[in-house]
C-alpha cells in the first residue's frame, strides 16, 4: 500500500464520539481560536497607539454584536483551554488517568468554562450598568 | 526494541525533529499564562467601554506595561508552538506544512513585536 493511501486513524464517520475525543479536539480548536483571540489583542493596543478615533473604532467594533459574539467565544475559549490545560498538566505528574476520573474532570472542566464565561459577562454587563 | 541511533537516543529528538524543548516550553509558557490570562481578563472587564484616554492611562500604569509586555510575549509564544503541532498533525505535504510553518513562526514574532511597540508608545508617549 503506498504511503499516502494508508487509513487514517480514528475513522471519523464511524468513530463513536466520547467526552475524551470531544474535549480533546475542542481543546485544539479553542486554542486556535485564542491566537485570533491574540490578534485582537493586538488589535486593541495598537489602534490606540493610533489616536482616539482608532482606538473609538477598535470599541464599537468590539461593542457590535459581532464583536461581542466573538468575545464571548473568546471568553468561553480561554476558560476551557486553561482548565483542560490544567487538567494536562494532571495528567504529564501522572495523576488522573483512570477513565472515571478522565470523565469527571472533563466534566469539571466544562462546568467551570460556562460558569466563568457567564460570571465574567454578567460582571461586564454590570460595570456597563446593563443589569 | 530501539531503532535509533546512540546519538539520536542522546540528543532525545522525535518525530517533530525538536524532543523535549518544545514539550516543556509549552508547559511552562501554559503555566505562565495561568495568572497572566486571569489577570487580563479581570482588567478587560474592567476595561468595558473604556475611553481612549482612560485606555492609556491603564496600559501604563503601576506594574500594568510589564504585564502586557509578558502576556503578550508568553500569549504568542504558547500559540506559535501549539499551531506548529496542529499544522504538523493536519499538513500532511511538505511544502505547505513548511510553508506554513515560516507564516505561523514570522507572524508570532511580528504580532508580539508590534505589540509590544504598542505598550511602550502608550506608556511612554508619542501618540
Known amino acids: ?131 | 526494541m530501539d531503532m535509533r541511533s546512540p546519538l539520536g537516543r542522546a540528543r532525545g529528538l522525535g518525530s517533530s525533529n525538536d524532543g523535549f524543548g518544545h514539550w516543556w516550553m509549552q508547559r511552562l509558557t501554559g503555566i505562565a499564562l495561568l495568572p497572566l490570562s486571569l489577570w487580563f481578563v479581570y482588567s478587560a472587564v474592567q476595561l468595558t467601554g473604556a475611553s481612549h484616554a482612560e485606555f492609556v492611562t491603564w496600559v501604563g500604569e503601576h506594574g500594568n506595561p510589564v504585564l502586557l509586555i509578558l502576556l503578550v510575549i508568553t500569549i504568542y509564544h504558547h500559540g506559535q508552538l501549539g499551531l506548529q503541532v496542529v499544522v504538523e498533525d493536519y499538513i500532511h505535504g511538505e511544502g505547505p506544512k513548511i510553508a506554513l510553518l515560516i507564516l505561523i513562526k514570522f507572524g508570532a514574532i511580528f504580532f508580539g513585536a508590534s505589540s509590544i511597540f504598542a505598550i511602550l508608545r502608550l506608556t511612554f508617549g508619542g501618540s
Do not use: C
Open chain 1, 1 to 131: 500500500m503506498a504511503a499516502q493511501n494508508r487509513p487514517l486513524s480514528p475513522h471519523l464517520q464511524i468513530y463513536k464520539k466520547q467526552i475524551t475525543s470531544v474535549l480533546s479536539i475542542t481543546h485544539r480548536m479553542t486554542g486556535i481560536a485564542l491566537t485570533i483571540g491574540a490578534l485582537v489583542l493586538s488589535y486593541w493596543l495598537i489602534s490606540a497607539t493610533y489616536g482616539p478615533e482608532a482606538f473609538q473604532a477598535a470599541q464599537s467594533f468590539m461593542g457590535s454584536w459581532l464583536g461581542r459574539l466573538v468575545l464571548l467565544g473568546l471568553t468561553f475559549s480561554l476558560y476551557f483551554h486553561l482548565g483542560n490545560g490544567v487538567r494536562h498538566l494532571g495528567w504529564d505528574f501522572g495523576k488522573g488517568f483512570a477513565l472515571s476520573q478522565v470523565r469527571t474532570t472533563g466534566i469539571a472542566v466544562v462546568v467551570f468554562s460556562i460558569v466563568l464565561t457567564l460570571l465574567t459577562w454578567f460582571a461586564g454587563y454590570a460595570l456597563l450598568g446593563d443589569v
